[in-house]
């Protein structure tokens, strides 16, 4: 049996014991408490640390949007205009994704303004083919005063104002290329010298070119490139005129290579620095699409429309070598597959055109020239040559019988037809009949067929006397020298040249509209 004193003493043990257990409990708790707060505390000072740190995010992306709109944006719409221009960075860490925004930004300003330079060539395509309409008539009425007057003074003023219209032509058809038009002409197959004599024609201070042709005679060009080629001969003159003295030569030589024939322009003039060559280089490569606002204010076109040729018609040019007078040198390449041959002999170049060097090398050429001046040919005795009626009316008149007006020539002559290649130098001066010594009545050769020598002005082929004096005896007594020409008869001379130029070409446009 239990005592209570051990009853109490056991109860008292197991009290102590709790109360042990209880204040342990409540020292940890106390701690764990305190631990919380703790971190509480950090959490809070944390909080605050990613408030003040998202505030100041959000500040600096803020400023780097506004430095986006306000600078980077508008320096990178500059720069595609003018490459040259600097675009800002990020002000920090935040802008590092805006670069996909100024990318969208370039591809869309890029289609904007190829869209733009769209309407605005379509609108100078318009403007530029009504001019052209305008300038060729006005070309036709200027040629038909020139036919129809025989003043000297006024025919001098006439082909001045030709001349005036051909350059306004040159401009709006280079307008027009560039712009994305046709080159607007279509020609037969012609001499290469005559294609390079027609494009130097279209230029003020042609008369300073001098070109050298060192082809074969009779190699011309195809149809279809006969006039890109004038076109860019006329632009590389025209670049070499205006950047060189007036009293420099431009020098054009022509010659055969390889892969088809070149046309080199050397000037004298002030020459270009290495970024402006390669520039012009690229631009007459054509590899790449020029827009109008490339070209400067005012535009500068004449390389962009040689580039665009290049592209289009299979030529090449090349600016990257000095020239050796100082200047710049351009080389022009016309490949085999444009290039034609027509005989020298039935279809000659232009009077205007620079005679071949290579006449004195082909003993072929010269025995098929010799043969075409011996051939003879069947007499007309409907109708005298027209050479020999410039001639008779260029003759003092001796008698009440030989007329001397104008009005005499006005015969037609189908036997005759303009040039193939117009060529604008050739109409500036036009040569005038020489008056024959009294009593010795020069000697013509006879009349080519029409068939064979439709494309030619009348020309005067005289033999000189002492190569048929095997035939004819000489005469016992020279003649008396032809007194000088007065003006009337120069006038008459001039008039009956005009007449028979118009009754050419008018024959020639009836055969060309023969149905047979």
Same mark, same amino acid.
């Given at each position: 049996?239990?005592?209570? /004193?051990?009853?109490?003493? *056991?109860?008292? =043990? =197991?009290?102590?014991?709790s109360a042990f257990v209880l204040g342990g409990g409540l020292i940890r708790s106390r701690r764990e408490r305190a631990r919380q707060r703790e971190e509480i505390t950090t959490l809070r000072s944390h909080l605050d640390a990613a408030r003040h740190e998202l505030d100041r995010a959000a500040q600096a992306f803020a400023a780097e949007i506004a430095h986006l709109a306000a600078e980077r944006m508008p320096a990178?719409?500059?720069?595609t205009a003018h490459p040259h221009v600097r675009v800002p960075g990020p002000l920090g860490p935040a802008g590092a994704g805006t670069e996909a925004v100024l990318e969208a930004l370039r591809t869309a300003m890029a289609q904007e303004r190829k869209r733009v330079d769209a309407a605005a060539r379509a609108g100078m395509r318009g403007a530029t083919r009504e001019i052209q309409a305008g300038l060729y008539r006005l070309q036709d009425v200027l040629r038909g005063l020139q036919q129809r007057y025989d003043d000297p003074e006024l025919a001098q003023t006439l082909f001045a104002l030709d001349h005036e219209n051909e350059q306004s032509l040159r401009r709006a058809q280079v307008a027009a290329v560039v712009c994305g038009a046709w080159?607007?002409?279509? !020609?037969?197959?012609?001499h290469l010298v005559d294609a390079v004599t027609g494009g130097q024609a279209r230029l003020v201070g042609y008369h300073r070119v001098q070109v050298h042709n060192h082809l074969e /005679? *009779?190699?011309?060009?195809?149809?279809? =490139?006969?006039? /890109?080629?004038?076109i860019i001969v006329a632009e590389l003159l025209d670049n070499a005129l205006r950047h060189s003295s007036p009293d420099t030569a431009v020098v054009v030589n022509l010659e055969r290579v390889h892969h088809g024939v070149t046309v080199t322009v050397d000037d004298a003039g002030v020459g270009m620095a290495s970024d402006e060559r390669a520039a012009a280089q690229r631009l007459v490569a054509g590899d790449h699409q020029i827009l109008l606002s490339d070209l400067g204010d005012p535009p500068r076109m004449g390389l962009a429309a040689i580039g665009r040729l290049t592209r289009q018609f299979d030529v090449s040019v090349d600016l990257s070598t000095p020239s050796p007078y100082g200047g710049v040198r351009a080389v022009l390449l016309v490949k085999s597959h444009l290039l034609s041959r027509i005989d020298p002999v039935l279809h000659p170049p232009a009077v205007s055109a620079a005679r071949s060097t290579r006449n004195a090398v082909e003993p072929e050429l010269a025995a098929e020239q010799a043969r075409h001046t011996e051939q003879p040919q069947p007499a007309r005795q409907d109708r005298p040559d027209p050479q020999t009626r410039l001639d008779r009316q =260029? !003759? /003092?008149t001796t008698g009440p019988e030989q007329p001397t007006g104008p009005e005499q020539s006005t015969e037609p002559e189908p036997h005759a037809a303009p040039p193939r290649f117009a060529d604008p130098v050739a109409r500036v001066a036009p040569p005038a009949a020489a008056p024959a010594p009294h009593g010795d009545e020069p000697v013509h050769e006879p009349v080519p067929d029409p068939a064979q020598d439709g494309d030619q002005l009348p020309q005067r082929r005289r033999r000189v006397r002492a190569e048929t004096s095997s035939a004819a005896p000489a005469p016992e007594a020279a003649a008396p020298a032809a007194p000088a020409r007065t003006p009337e008869e120069s006038a008459a001379a001039l008039g009956a040249l005009q007449s028979a130029t118009a009754a050419a070409r008018n024959a020639a446009e009836t055969e060309g509209n023969d149905p047979r």
């Open positions: 049996m239990i005592e209570i /004193p051990d009853l109490a003493a *056991g109860g008292l =043990a =197991a009290g102590t014991l990178e719409a500059t720069r080159v607007g002409l279509a !020609r037969e197959e012609s /005679p *009779g190699t011309a060009l195809v149809s279809h =490139a006969v006039e /890109p080629v004038a =260029a !003759r /003092p």
